[in-house]
C-alpha cells in the first residue's frame, strides 16, 4: 500500500468528521428584577432563537441595592421564564443565588429539536380578554390586607 495515499485518506476522513460537529455555545440573557412585560417577551423570544439554534442559554437575574432582600421576586421571574419555554428547554442548572446574582442555565431539549425547522414555537402571548369573574375577598385577605397596611404605616414612621 502506497503511504502517501494512506495519509491522504486519512486526513480527507479527519476533514469529514470535523464538518459533522457542532460548536456549542453559551449566549447569556440578563434580566432585572423590575422588568416590563414587553421586555420580558422580548427577551424570551431571543432566547427561544438561541435554544432553536442549539446553544445553551445562561439566564442571569441582577438585583441592585434594596432589590437583594426580595429573592423571591427574582424566582418568580425566573419560573416565568421556564413556563414560556417549558417543552423546547430543560434546566440544566436550577436557578441559585451567587451574590447579587441569581443564575440558570437552560439548554435546548432533544425530544423538541426533532420537529420541523420551519414550525416555530409560539410564545405565550395575551389573548383577547376573557369573561369578566368577580371575586368576593375572605375574612383573611381582609386580614392580611390589615396588617400590610398596619406594617407600612410603622415602617413610615
Do not use: C, W
Amino acid at each position: 500500500m502506497d503511504y502517501g495515499k494512506f495519509r491522504y485518506e486519512e486526513a480527507q476522513r479527519l476533514k469529514e468528521s470535523r464538518k459533522k460537529t457542532v460548536q456549542i455555545t453559551m449566549k447569556e440573557v440578563k434580566f432585572k428584577p423590575k422588568i416590563a412585560k414587553g421586555d420580558f417577551d422580548t427577551k424570551v423570544r431571543h432566547m427561544l432563537e438561541f435554544l432553536d439554534e442549539g446553544h445553551k442559554v445562561k439566564v442571569t437575574l441582577q438585583f441592585r441595592g434594596r432589590e437583594m432582600a426580595h429573592p423571591e421576586l427574582g424566582s418568580k421571574i425566573l419560573d416565568a421564564v421556564i413556563e414560556q419555554l417549558g417543552p423546547i428547554a430543560k434546566v440544566d442548572t436550577s436557578a441559585r443565588l451567587e451574590g447579587r446574582n441569581m443564575t440558570m442555565v437552560l439548554s435546548p431539549d432533544k425530544k423538541a429539536a426533532k420537529r420541523p425547522a420551519n414550525a416555530k414555537p409560539a410564545v405565550a402571548r395575551p389573548e383577547a380578554p376573557k369573561q369578566e369573574i368577580s371575586i368576593t375577598t375572605t375574612e383573611t385577605e381582609k386580614q392580611n390586607a390589615e396588617d400590610e397596611n398596619i406594617q407600612d404605616s410603622q415602617e413610615a414612621l
